[in-house]
């Protein structure tokens, strides 16, 4: 199985790929398109040299390498993609290859947080509207478009990752719920700007406070970004909604992993 994680930035999004990467049966690959994002629309991201010469800048070979072999022989290769990396150019059939999964985050908590690292941000920097469109394009193909919430995620990480694996087809394994502290050998070289929290952690952090109040310049960015992620929002699934839909199609078949107590259905 191939999985393609949408998200944009400061979204669980590494934390994420680190615990598809704790399961043995699981390579993974950190932003492939982010070399090819930069040499095209030429922004001066932290260490743009150093990430141009790390990844293949052709969008064209890097959509070839994404359906192409699992590395080194793994069942499951767990791609991290950031949406605003697919600008106009960047190829999508590839898309239509592998199962396509859209995390999302509340965006006052994705510009609190990527103002932090990089001020002033702008819609087109945190992805959302990227992200509902490759949600619509992969919607008119017939695939059904998974979406999770990265707050339901930390709520209750059990819950939600037992959910999502039900979503892709995937058998949930424990160890996706830890992975070691350090960072991962598939980190982008970008990982040493950006991952400094993650790096410490070794599962994810516990449920999200109240939404952090955004600057009045930036205000203008939350109000464009809160329609595509309430849009979005509205197909999350959650555990309940899985187990509810699990039971009603098959109600003897519920996996082993899906944590108890709950009711079957008749």
């Known amino acids: 199985m191939k999985i393609a994680m949408w998200s944009g930035p400061r979204n669980l999004s590494t934390a994420l790929m680190y615990s598809f990467a704790n399961r043995p049966d699981c390579a993974v690959l950190d932003e492939p398109f982010y070399a090819s994002y930069l040499a095209q629309t030429g922004l001066n991201h932290p ?49 239509r290859d592998v199962v396509n999964v859209f995390l999302i985050r509340h965006p006052a908590r994705v510009i609190a947080s990527y103002a932090a690292k990089r001020e002033n941000p702008t819609l087109a920097d945190i992805g959302f509207r990227q ?6 394009l992969v919607a008119s193909w017939g695939q059904k478009p998974i979406v999770i919430d990265s707050h339901d995620i930390r709520a ?22 830890h992975w070691p502290a350090g960072g991962h050998p598939s980190d982008g070289i970008w990982a040493r700007h950006w991952y400094g929290a993650v790096w410490k952690s070794t599962g994810f952090a516990s449920a999200e406070g109240p939404l952090p109040k955004i600057p009045n310049h930036l205000q203008p960015v939350l109000d464009d970004a809160l329609p595509f992620f309430e849009s979005l929002k509205a197909s999350a699934i959650t555990y309940q909604r899985q187990l509810h839909e699990r ?8 996996p082993a992993s899906w944590p108890r107590p709950y009711r079957q259905t008749p």
């Not at 959509?63 to 960047?90: D, E, R, W």
């Not at 939600?160 to 424990?174: K, S, T």
Request: glycine content about 4%; hydrophobic content about 40%.
């Open 247 to 254: 039971m009603r199609v098959t109600p003897k078949a519920c």
């Open 131 to 136: 992200q509902a469109e490759l949600f619509d």
């Open 156 to 177: 209750n990480p059990h819950h939600a990752l037992n959910a999502l694996c039900a979503a892709i087809g995937l058998p949930f394994d424990d160890a996706m719920l």
């Open 47 to 95: 260490m743009r040299e150093e990430i141009l010469a790390s990844q293949p800048n052709d969008p064209e070979r890097v959509s070839k390498m994404l359906v192409g072999p699992n590395p080194h022989g793994h069942k499951h290769f767990y791609q991290k993609h950031m949406t605003q990396h697919m600008i106009a150019g960047v190829p999508r059939d590839w898309m």
